[in-house]
């Protein structure tokens, strides 16, 4: 398999739960930032920001709001990523143009957003810091926007937890390439079934080799999806100036 520097970086990402107390430097975040801005962005609308919170009680709250996740609070640097067309809507309101919303425009925002933490990650693991994302953020969305006080047009995404890793912690295995990664056409249900009973078993040898107690891939997923999460969250969206139309 090839190999450089950039490549070994990508292929050794985990998340990391536990952090020292060192803090994220200044110097270093900005250059996290800057680089995550230099991520692909559609029409350079660049319809990304995000939020340091620092202040402890603010952490404590959103320990609670992510559903008692405690690394939010104990982590050195917390970021909440969001999906901002702000700039936009304050622009519109000064030239005096219309601002029409769409599906699309919420896409986009939300497509900039991720490809903007995922570069500033990547960034971050560069400098030796460990990184992850909370998903948890998400729980509560009309406690965050409280919480942030945030605008019409800027949703929520994640979280970002960073820091320097305390211990290590194992790569944990992903599906084969050939079962992402086709030629021509979709394959067979068939096809893709077997690409999930190979991960499965060796998804199962990993955990029992780190002697991680976890249910396989496909039991994990058919508990995932048993019922519709966060239902609450499309009329938020909403709410704070989303259109799915």
Known sequence: MNSNPTLDLLLSHRSVRRFTSDPVTPEDLEAAVRSGQQASTSSNIQAYSAIAV?????????????????KVAECPLFLAICAD????RILAERDECTYETNLEGFMLAIIDATLFAQNMCVAFESMGY?????????NDLD????????????WPVFGLCIGRPSGESQVRPRFHPNAVLFEGRY????????TIHEYDERLGEWYTQVGIDAPGWSARMERHFRKAQRSENARHYQDRGASFE
């Not at 460990?130 to 998400?138: A, E, V």
């Not at 406690?143 to 800027?154: A, C, H, I, K």
């Not at 394959?187 to 077997?194: G, K, N, Y």
């Open 54 to 70: 620092r202040d402890s009680d603010d952490l404590a709250k959103l320990v609670t709001l992510t559903g008692g996740q405690e």
């Open 130 to 138: 460990g990184i992850c994302y909370i998903g948890g953020l998400r």
């Open 187 to 194: 394959p067979s249900d068939e096809q893709i079934t077997e």
């Open 143 to 154: 406690g965050v926007q409280e919480l942030l006080d945030l605008p019409l047009g800027v």
């Open 85 to 88: 067309t702000r700039k936009h």
